[in-house]
């Protein structure tokens, strides 16, 4: 086992091998760790972590890489601000007192048994940003303890869930609740099946028109795998760098409360679909057009539509929206700027 440390103990790495368990740590006072306020372990094996890694009162961070652990108990860190899990086999993790936490950062970890386990007493009001990476074929249940069907929101001050390259990530029964949503593949290897399934979402906490959503290096918008869009309700979304030729999963089809569309780097695109004249609530929409050579009749639909950006845009494109067939489409129309 590796120790690095400074004097005052703010820092702690530690570094274990089969042989040797934190556990076995050599304790020379009641509280030897009270002054750390940085704490990474790597290699831990063993069904609890250390009893003195759940009682650190100026911990701020905590990073645990290739740890496998049954339960990860977490009691007495009330300053915790960020907590990081790579590599990570666990079944539940407690997150009781962490009402200072602000940043959660989960990737690549998987369940011992059946499922990945986050249970909470009460909400963490403080919690703004949570990551997922290289979750493949994974399900999470997020849920107040002894209330798993429960919709209640354990976040409310949620900013930021991003969702990178989880392949088939499934919640149960709620994704979480967040101001903005992000689904990623892998830049330059777009990814099927990047939306996460989910029964339901947890309670809102701000208006509708207010959420936010990327989409970022994906493809396959036509597989249902892409469903559980349905379940939201965003105020405005970006679709970036994916590769279909019509670049918007229908799924999104009955939001009512979209009003900003952005479609960005998709240069597969080859139209829009007539459905989205449906979104009636649409104000700004914005679209590299790339290979476009007509605009779809729905634009005429979009009767609400205040500004229309088309980017990138061929010189058949131009010349029809400027002079010719296309024209009428946009008269209805304030601001139509065409580059």
């Known amino acids: 086992?590796?120790?690095?440390?400074?004097?005052?103990?703010?820092?702690?790495?530690?570094?274990?091998?089969?042989?040797?368990?934190?556990?076995?740590?050599?304790?020379?006072?009641?509280?030897p760790y009270d002054s750390l306020e940085i704490l990474s372990i790597k290699g831990y094996d063993d069904a609890y972590n250390p009893l003195?890694?759940?009682?650190?009162?100026?911990?701020?961070?905590?990073?645990?890489?290739?740890?496998?652990?049954?339960?990860?108990?977490?009691?007495?860190?009330?300053?915790?601000?960020?907590?990081e899990l790579s590599s990570v086999g666990f079944e539940h993790l407690r997150l009781d007192q962490l009402q200072s936490l602000q940043e959660l950062h989960i990737s690549r970890v998987q369940s011992i048994r059946?499922?990945?386990?986050?249970?909470?007493?009460?909400?963490?009001?403080?919690?703004?940003?949570?990551?997922?990476?290289?979750?493949?074929?994974?399900?999470?249940?997020i849920s107040m303890e002894g209330q798993g069907c429960s919709d209640e929101n354990l976040f409310p001050g949620l900013q930021d869930l991003e969702i990178h390259c989880c392949s088939m990530l499934r919640f149960e029964p709620s994704i979480p609740?967040?101001?903005?949503?992000?689904?990623?593949?892998?830049?330059?290897?777009?990814?099927?099946?990047?939306?996460?399934?989910?029964?339901?979402?947890?309670?809102?906490?701000?208006?509708?028109?207010?959420?936010?959503?990327?989409?970022?290096?994906?493809?396959?918008?036509?597989?249902?795998?892409?469903?559980?869009?349905?379940?939201?309700?965003?105020?405005?979304?970006?679709?970036d760098d994916c590769y279909d030729d019509i670049p918007l999963p229908e799924s999104i089809r009955g939001w009512r409360s979209l009003q900003k569309l952005e479609?960005?780097?998709?240069?597969?695109?080859?139209?829009?679909?007539?459905?989205?004249?449906e979104i009636t609530s649409l104000r700004e929409l914005k679209v590299e057009t790339y290979f476009m050579k007509t605009l779809p009749a729905c634009i005429?639909?979009?009767?609400?539509?205040?500004?229309?950006?088309?980017?990138?845009?061929?010189?058949?494109?131009e010349k029809r929206c400027r002079y010719g067939e296309d024209k009428n489409k946009l008269a209805h129309i304030p601001n139509v700027t065409i580059l």
């Open 1 to 31: 086992m590796e120790r690095i440390c400074s004097p005052q103990l703010i820092e702690l790495h530690i570094v274990c091998s089969k042989y040797n368990k934190v556990s076995t740590l050599d304790v020379k006072k009641p509280h």
């Open 52 to 83: 003195w890694m759940s009682s650190l009162p100026n911990l701020v961070k905590l990073e645990l890489t290739s740890v496998v652990l049954e339960h990860i108990r977490l009691d007495q860190l009330p300053n915790l601000v960020k907590l």
């Open 114 to 141: 059946s499922k990945v386990c986050i249970w909470c007493t009460e909400p963490l009001r403080k919690l703004r940003r949570i990551t997922m990476s290289e979750l493949t074929n994974q399900e999470l249940q």
């Open 177 to 239: 609740r967040s101001a903005r949503y992000i689904l990623s593949g892998r830049k330059g290897q777009p990814g099927q099946d990047m939306c996460p399934s989910f029964a339901r979402i947890m309670r809102p906490s701000i208006p509708a028109s207010l959420y936010k959503m990327e989409i970022r290096y994906s493809r396959g918008f036509s597989s249902t795998s892409w469903n559980g869009l349905r379940h939201f309700d965003i105020g405005e979304l970006i679709i």
């Open 263 to 277: 479609i960005l780097n998709c240069d597969e695109i080859t139209t829009l679909p007539e459905w989205l004249g």
């Open 300 to 317: 005429q639909q979009l009767t609400g539509l205040q500004t229309l950006t088309l980017l990138n845009c061929g010189p058949v494109l």
